[in-house]
């Protein structure tokens, strides 16, 4: 397979990219960090070094590449909100940086996967979205966007046959989450978060979620009355 992978020089878009590699497959790894683009060019990746915030530079880089088979669109950040600061800035940065960066992709994508026999297309969101949790005023807000675009496209894009998929992980240890200063249940490594994103990319599921011990519990407690979910996020809050 022909593969692109935003986000690909940190993190969870790195551990896909050098999996990918090493499987045999194309690998194009985006990101902007031209060391770490160099270290992967080493490794035998093709790389491109591209600020996805920039569209007209991503429309222009992208749209020509010949053909792709898999896009994984896993470029972003996290930032907090503290209250009783509300930074709107801070909310827009990271609405910038989650959903503008993944819709340039998008658009600038969609003519290659057009030319692939089997395309998909896959969005890495968060499950951070599916309810509201303290201080992910910004991320989680940003997150609940791209599963809304990605599951939308899951709709549109399917009489085109592109398969469209969202990839909403739980915490993985990178260097997104070390800067977290608080206690991250069921944190996994890397490596297997990289595993759980390719089986479920093969067995072509229109979601990706893991680790289902919290994933599951997350779904769960998304279905409680709302009142009663900010009681008990509260309490998480002020315990
Ligand atoms: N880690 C977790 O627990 C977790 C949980 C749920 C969801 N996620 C999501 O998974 C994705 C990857 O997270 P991660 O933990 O692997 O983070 P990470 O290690 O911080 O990697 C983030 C990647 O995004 C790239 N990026 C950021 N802004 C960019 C821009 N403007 N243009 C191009 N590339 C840009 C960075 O590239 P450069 O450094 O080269 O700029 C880097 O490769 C994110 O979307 C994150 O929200 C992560």
Not at 189 to 207: F, L, M, P, W, Y
Request: with cysteine.
């Amino acid at each position: 397979m022909k593969i692109l992978i935003t986000g690909a020089t940190s993190g969870i878009g790195r551990q896909l990219a050098l999996d990918y590699h090493a499987s045999g497959h194309s690998v194009i790894a985006v990101g902007r960090s031209a060391p770490a683009l160099k270290a992967l060019a080493n490794q035998g990746l093709h790389t491109l070094e591209l600020d996805l915030l920039d569209r007209e530079a991503t429309l222009r880089d992208l749209t020509g590449l010949d053909r792709v088979d898999l896009a994984i669109l896993c470029a972003g950040s996290c930032e907090y909100i503290d209250m009783p600061d509300f930074d709107s800035a801070r909310v827009s940065r990271i609405m910038r940086l989650n959903v503008e960066t993944m819709a340039h992709s998008i658009e600038a994508l969609l003519p290659a996967l057009r030319r692939s026999d089997s395309p998909h297309l896959v969005g890495v969101g968060s499950s951070a979205a599916y309810l509201p949790l303290p201080r992910a005023e910004a991320y989680g807000a940003s997150k609940a966007a791209v599963a809304y675009l990605m599951d939308t496209l899951a709709i549109t894009l399917a009489p085109e046959k592109i398969r469209v998929s969202l990839v909403c992980p739980g915490f993985v240890k990178t260097p997104l989450t070390d800067r977290n200063d608080f206690d991250m249940p069921f944190l996994m490594d890397v490596q297997a978060a990289s595993q759980a994103i390719r089986n479920g990319i093969e067995k072509k599921q229109a979601e990706i979620h893991f680790p289902k011990k919290l994933t599951w519990g997350m779904k769960a407690a998304a279905r409680l009355p709302r009142s009663l979910w900010a009681a008990l996020a509260r309490r998480m809050v002020t315990s």
